[in-house]
């Protein structure tokens, strides 16, 4: 059964740079032919996507988040990771990871989710 | 693509039949449309996908329905554990977006 965790720090200083970490279980990100994505989600609000990869020749961002965001996998890890940069207090939010819907194909929903790791941009 | 979702929130006794809606600010293809059901706490799930695909082991009383602009899902009974949000998002153009939620509460 495949599972995703998602880990990070909790807290972040504004202007600082995010790291999470998405790990995967009950399957292998080598070969499982899918693209896995993170989308997140503020207090009380509704969903944004952020970015989405396949390897590192394929990846897709938010264009409204593209600058500061990097997405990349390590498959020795079996790990998606995510690093936001100069964070502000609007990125406090819960962050969740998944797996899109279809095979090879970005342009799919969010099938498996992980529970999400809560951050919190403060000083 | 911005969706709209319609009603903010449906109020409903169980046995009824909930209908949700989703309208896309542009024409997007049926293979592109996917709906979630979040409870407090935890993570979206997928019900359906590609518009009126159930996902695996969403019950039948759940269905989505539509094309071009407006979507549909469906709750033909609604039972105490349906009490949720429920998102719509589609997939296809990027950016990758969702709908601002209805909220489904049990009598």
């Known amino acids: 059964q495949l599972q995703l965790q998602e880990s990070g720090p909790g807290l972040v200083k504004p202007s600082e740079t995010l790291s999470l970490t998405c790990t995967l279980s009950g399957g292998s990100i080598s070969t499982n032919n899918y693209y896995w994505g993170w989308i997140r989600q503020a207090p009380g609000s509704g969903l944004e996507w952020i970015a989405s990869?396949?390897?590192?020749?394929?990846?897709y961002y938010n264009p409204s988040l593209k600058s500061r965001v990097t997405i990349f996998v390590d498959t020795s890890k079996n790990q998606i990771s995510l690093k936001l940069s100069s964070v502000t207090a609007a990125d406090t939010a819960m962050y969740y990871c998944a797996r899109h819907v279809e095979a090879y194909n970005v342009w799919s929903g969010f099938y498996v989710w992980g529970q999400g790791t809560l951050v919190t941009v403060s000083s | 693509i911005v969706l709209t979702q319609s009603p903010g929130t449906l109020s409903l006794s169980p046995g009824e039949r909930a209908t949700l809606s989703c309208r896309a600010s542009r024409s997007l293809s049926s293979d592109y449309l996917a709906w979630y059901q979040q409870k407090p706490g935890q993570p979206p799930r997928l019900l359906v996908y590609g518009a009126s695909s159930r996902a695996t082991g969403i019950p039948d009383r759940f269905s989505g329905s539509g094309s071009g602009t407006d979507f549909t899902l469906t709750i033909s009974r609604l039972e105490p554990e349906d009490s949720a949000v429920y998102f719509c998002q589609q997939s296809g153009r990027s950016p990758l977006t969702f709908g601002g939620g209805t909220k489904v509460e049990i009598k």
């Open positions: 990869v396949y390897d590192s020749s394929s990846t």
